[in-house]
């Protein structure tokens, strides 16, 4: 839609008319694009130079294969539980982080890692029992000398009735 606009400028003690076309818009504006490519990684999967495609795409580096389900809800005074399987080789190491800082055991909190083979690592976070103070966010992070994967799984709690 075009709409004209009359513009009166008063300049010297002369009058000047001036219309110029003004476009009203709604919607999107014509600064966006509508690509939908993710910035930051080539179009073609390919990095531009062999060292950093080997780097970033080596079959050695680490990764998660199996982790616990996203969004968990548990029970006050009851156990909790989170489970991290990974690969990679070396050996990725497996640490745990609750919103954002790592968190080490301690009486009501047991980890346990288990070595399977050459290149896999289990690790698991038993809480017990489990409070108020246990919901947030919790990240298994997998690394190795060549990538890091990780995972992240919601806690927030419920109140059972008995």
Request: overall charge positive.
């Amino acid at each position: 839609m075009q709409v004209k606009c009359l513009i009166i400028c008063l300049a010297l003690g002369l009058l000047m008319l001036a219309t110029p076309i003004c476009e009203a818009r709604r919607g999107r504006g014509r600064g966006r694009t509508k690509s939908r490519v993710q910035i930051g990684l080539p179009i073609t999967g390919k990095y531009r130079d062999p060292e950093s495609d080997q780097y970033y795409n080596n079959n050695n580096g680490a990764k998660i294969l199996q982790a616990s389900h996203f969004d968990l809800e548990y029970v006050l005074g009851h156990k909790i539980a989170f489970l991290c399987v990974a690969k990679g080789n070396p050996r990725p190491h497996i640490t745990w982080y609750k919103d954002g800082a790592e968190i080490y055991q301690h009486l009501y909190m047991h980890v346990h890692e288990w070595r399977i083979g050459d290149d896999k690592v289990k690790s698991k976070i038993e809480i017990d029992p489990a409070t108020q103070m246990d919901a947030g966010l919790y990240e298994c992070t997998a690394d190795n000398m060549y990538s890091i994967d990780r995972r992240s799984f919601k806690t927030d709690f419920s109140i059972a009735f008995d």
